[in-house]
C-alpha cells in the first residue's frame, strides 16, 4: 500500500491513501490539530468529505482504527476479543488462595477451563509460564478464555 | 486617554463583526465585507438622501493596528512558506509559476499602456492585477473540499510562487517610490536588497539561534517575543526605506525554518486576523468612492473582464501543463481568480506615496476591482458543478446530434 503525502502551504500537510480500484482515501491535517478525511471514488471524481474532526476525537478514532482503543470496564481491566474467546488482565490480590501455589498445583487450567498465557510480575513479563511457575501477589495473569471461563477464574482467583 | 477613543474602537471592532457575520451567512469571503463595512461608515461614506451614515473617523490608532494587521499578513505568509518545498518541486513549480506571471502581468503591463499610464503606475497596476489572494483562495479551497484533490496543487504551488515573486517585486517597487527619482531611487533599491539579504542570511544561518529563542516554555512571552521581533524589524524596514512587508514576509521565513511554527499559527492567527480586519476596514475608510469615476471606473471594467479571462487562461493552462485533466485544469483557473490582500497592500503604498493618478484613480480601482475580484472568484467557484453541468449536458447534445 502506498501513502502519498504532500505539504499544503497555509493548510496543513495531506495524506493520500491507496484503498483499490483507483479509490482514495485522502486525509487533511491541518496546522491547528484539525483533521479532515475525504474520500475519492475514483481518480476523475471529486473528493467526498466524509468527516471533520478536531484532534482529540481524530485520535480517538485512530487507536480505534489500529485495534488498540480499549473500553475501560470496571476494575480497569481490558478485554481484546479474539473469537469467542477474550484475554484479559486479571490481578492477583494479597488475599487470594492462589498465591504461593504453581499453576499446576492449583490447576487453574482444569478448574476454569483459561490459559495463562503469560504472568506480568512488576516490570517484567514471564512468557508462556512453566507449570511450575509459582504464583506471587500482585501478578497480573494474562489468561484467555471464553466469557465464562473468565468469569469461573475471577471467582476461583477471588477464594 | 481621549474619552472618546474607546468608544470609537469598540464600535470599529463591533462593525466588523457585523459584517463579518452578514458575510459569513451568505457563504462570501469576509474580506470585501469589512471594505465595504469601511466604505460605509467612514470618513468617506456616502451620503443618502442628505443623511450620512459616517459615524467612525480615521484615528491614528486605525492606521496603526492597520499597519500591524499588513505586517502580520506577510509575516504569516513567510512563516507558511517553505524554500525546501519549493526547491523540491521547482521544475513543476517554475512553469505553473512562470506561466501565471507571464501571461497576468502582460495583460497588466497592456492595460496600464492603454490607458496611457506612466512606468510606476503601470507597475502598481500590473502587480494589483497579478496577484491572486492566498486567503481568499485557500479557505474555498477548504471550504468546498477541492483541497484534496490534485488541481489544489496547482492552485497551492501557483500561490507559493506568487508570494515570492510579490516579495521581491514590493521590496524593489517601495524603494523605487519611497526613495523620489533617479540616483537616489538606485540607491534606495541597494539598500532594499541588501537589508533583504541579511535578512535571508540571518533567516537560513541563524535558525539554532532562532529557535532557542523562541523556545520559551511561556506562550505569552512568545507572542510577545515574536510580535516584537515583527513589528521590530517593519519598522527598522521603513526607517530605512525599505517595504515594511517585504521585511515581515522574511522575518516569518527565519521562523519557517524552526519547530515554532505550528506554535505561530496557533498562537498569533488571532492577532493577525483582528489586524488584517483593521486593516481591510481602514482600506474602506480611506477609499472616496466618489473617485471611482471616469477613468478609475472604466479602468475597473476592463481589468476586472481580462483580468478574470487571464486567470483563466493561466490556471488552465498550468493545469494541463501539470498533467491534470481539461475539468481538473479548468477549474484551477477559476479557483485564481479572486484577489484580496496584496492587491490592497499595494493600493495603500500608492495612495502613500502616490501624486497624480497613483494618488487617486490607482488606490480607488484597486479596492473597486479587489470588491469585484473577490465575490466574483467565490461565486465561480461555488458556481462550479452547475457549470459543469451545462458544459456535460451541451457536450452530450453535440455527441447525439453529431
Sequence with gaps: MTVYETDVPGVGRKFELEVGEGARLVVLMHHDGRRELFHRPNPDADSQRIVDLDGETARQLGAILTGAYFQPIELDRTQVPLGEAILEWVEIGEGSSIVGQTLSGCDVRNQTGVSVIAIQRGDETVPNPDPDETIAADDILVVLGTREEQQALQEFVDQ | ?402
Design chain 2, 1 to 402: 486617554m481621549a474619552s472618546g477613543l474607546l468608544l470609537e474602537a469598540g464600535l470599529a471592532i463591533t462593525v466588523l463583526a457585523v459584517a463579518g457575520t452578514l458575510a459569513f451567512r451568505l457563504g462570501q469571503s469576509v474580506i470585501p465585507a469589512y471594505i465595504v463595512i469601511g466604505l460605509v461608515v467612514g470618513p468617506n461614506a456616502p451620503e443618502v438622501a442628505g443623511i450620512s451614515f459616517s459615524v467612525l473617523e480615521r484615528h491614528e490608532f486605525v492606521d496603526l493596528l492597520a499597519e500591524l494587521g499588513v505586517v502580520l499578513l506577510l509575516f504569516f505568509i513567510g512563516v507558511e512558506f517553505s524554500i525546501d518545498q519549493l526547491l523540491a518541486n521547482r521544475d513543476r513549480l517554475a512553469v505553473v509559476g512562470g506561466i501565471d506571471l507571464v501571461v497576468n502581468a502582460a495583460v497588466g503591463v497592456a492595460i496600464g499602456l492603454a490607458f496611457g499610464f506612466t512606468p510606476v503606475e503601470v507597475a502598481f497596476l500590473t502587480g494589483i492585477v497579478y496577484i491572486s489572494s492566498s486567503a481568499i483562495v485557500t479557505k474555498s479551497l477548504i471550504d468546498l473540499g477541492w483541497v484534496a484533490d490534485p488541481e489544489a496543487e496547482v492552485v497551492l504551488g501557483t500561490l507559493v510562487v506568487e508570494d515570492l515573486v510579490i516579495a521581491v517585486y514590493l521590496a524593489v517597487l517601495s524603494a523605487l517610490v519611497l526613495g523620489g527619482g533617479g540616483d537616489a531611487a538606485l540607491s534606495a533599491v541597494a539598500v532594499a536588497l541588501g537589508f533583504i539579504a541579511v535578512l535571508v542570511v540571518v533567516a537560513r544561518l541563524g535558525t539554532p539561534v532562532i529557535q532557542r529563542v523562541l523556545s520559551v516554555d511561556s506562550d505569552e512571552l512568545f507572542v510577545l517575543t515574536t510580535l516584537g521581533a515583527v513589528a521590530l524589524v517593519g519598522g527598522l524596514a521603513l526607517q530605512l526605506g525599505v517595504s515594511e512587508a517585504v521585511a515581515a514576509f522574511f522575518v516569518g521565513t527565519a521562523v519557517s525554518a524552526t519547530d515554532a511554527v505550528h506554535r505561530v499559527e496557533k498562537l498569533l492567527s488571532p492577532a493577525r486576523d483582528l489586524f488584517a480586519a483593521i486593516f481591510f476596514l481602514a482600506i474602506g475608510f480611506q477609499t472616496d468612492l466618489g473617485a471611482l469615476s471616469g477613468t478609475a471606473l472604466t479602468l475597473l471594467a476592463v481589468a476586472v473582464v481580462l483580468t478574470t479571462v487571464s486567470k483563466l487562461v493561466s490556471g488552465y493552462w498550468s493545469g494541463l501543463r501539470y498533467g491534470l485533466s481539461e475539468r481538473r485544469a479548468r477549474r484551477a483557473g477559476i479557483a485564481l481568480v479572486a484577489r484580496g490582500e496584496f492587491s490592497l497592500v499595494l493600493a495603500a503604498l500608492a495612495l502613500e506615496v502616490g501624486t497624480g493618478a497613483l494618488a487617486d484613480v490607482i488606490p480607488a480601482f484597486a479596492v473597486g476591482y479587489v470588491l469585484a475580484m473577490s465575490v466574483l472568484g467565490t461565486v465561480l467557484m461555488k458556481s462550479v458543478p452547475r457549470l459543469e453541468g451545462y458544459l456535460e449536458d451541451r457536450s452530450a447534445e453535440a455527441t447525439e446530434t453529431a
